[in-house]
């Protein structure tokens, strides 16, 4: 049978008066404390709750290997030949997968339902060495090792296309196997109440542990579909975490400096004495600064190009008449006088017959 590596580290459980537990009691005792978790409304994740799943997985447990050293069970024998007393022992390995899926350790979950998953496994290879039902035997390639050497190439392979046939196939499986189960666990309700009264006979107890160990049947065939989706799920997640951790940081940028802007090179020896941690730099200093960068705001701007350059040419030709006059240049003085005759014996307009018919 599978069992936790932490197994071999248990010590053997007690009763009230210090003797070790027998194989019946540690067997009654875990199978009581599942139905107890099953069925509590407290929240799973408590701490009370926990103690009591840690308690029932170390007493299945150590059942599972008091089972292993007597041998009870054979490849060599037939289910007529199990005694009815050793048939709830075919239960261990169920029982402590469901219970183990039961711990809410985050941190280990992968973990947890690799080995539940192992524990479910091995409870339906040895009822199929018993034909104690008819039933297809899940995959038996998925384990912890799969999940750790080949998680990352089949989290990251893209999904094949869907086999239509035997999606269909699947449901209807999974229909007949949920109307069986609710057939055996309602068989199971009135053969348990002949069970509980202590008036059955060796017949009827063992119909309710072949009937026990048919429900678990359908129980771990569930249970192993959710967990291989689970498992699937969880390997996705590790190697997005490993993919993201093994990415480069990208660099910090570094903080900007501040500064203290000053009008001159004394207010900057002044301020710098004050507040020797911040650095300074005078207006014309921040100017030049961005000047260089080509951050001012007339920069990249191009110059006003002057739109009519004749006008430019008139005043310039006028301001030089002027100097000249100024000056007393005799050809300049001699031009101006018979300029001003010449305008006071021709009115305005002289000479212009444009446009007169």
Request: proline share 4%.
């Amino acid at each position: 049978m599978a069992e936790s590596e932490d197994s071999n580290n248990m010590g053997q459980s007690s009763n009230a008066d210090g003797n070790p537990l027998s194989l019946t009691d540690l067997l009654d005792g875990g199978w009581k404390i599942f139905e107890e978790v099953d069925s509590t409304n407290k929240p799973l994740g408590s701490t009370a709750v926990q103690a009591r799943v840690e308690e029932g997985v170390r007493m299945l447990q150590e059942a599972s290997r008091m089972v292993a050293q007597l041998d009870l069970f054979s490849r060599n024998e037939e289910l007529e030949e199990i005694a009815t007393t050793d048939l709830k022992y075919l239960l261990l390995p169920a029982l402590l997968g469901a219970l183990n899926m039961k711990r809410t350790r985050q941190d280990a979950r992968l973990e947890i339902v690799v080995a539940s998953r192992a524990y479910f496994l091995d409870f339906l290879r040895r009822c199929k060495e018993y034909n104690v039902a008819r039933f297809e035997l899940p995959d038996t390639n998925t384990s912890n090792d799969e999940a750790s050497e080949d998680g990352e190439s089949k989290a990251m392979s893209a999904p094949s296309a869907p086999d239509l046939v035997a999606m269909a196939t699947q449901r209807q499986a999974k229909i007949e196997r949920y109307r069986r189960k609710k057939e055996l666990e309602a068989k199971l309700s009135d053969v348990r109440k002949a069970v509980d009264s202590g008036q059955a006979d060796d017949e009827v107890i063992r119909e309710f542990y072949l009937l026990s160990v048919r429900r678990w049947i359908a129980v771990c065939l569930e249970e192993m579909e959710s967990i291989d989706q689970e498992i699937e799920i969880l390997q996705k997640m590790d190697v997005l975490k490993h993919s993201a951790a093994k990415q480069p940081a990208q660099p910090a940028r570094p903080p900007m400096k501040p500064f203290v802007l000053t009008k001159d090179a004394v207010q900057a020896r002044v301020f710098g004495a004050g507040y020797p941690s911040l650095a300074t730099m005078t207006v014309d200093d921040w100017y030049d600064q961005h000047r260089k960068h080509g951050a001012l705001p007339d920069q990249g701007i191009p110059k006003r190009i002057p739109v009519d350059e004749d006008t430019d040419a008139k005043e310039r030709e006028e301001e030089e008449k002027e100097k000249k006059v100024e000056n007393d240049d005799e050809e300049a003085l001699v031009k101006a006088r018979t300029w001003d005759d010449w305008k006071d014996t021709h009115p305005r307009g002289y000479g212009n017959r444009h446009n007169m018919g």
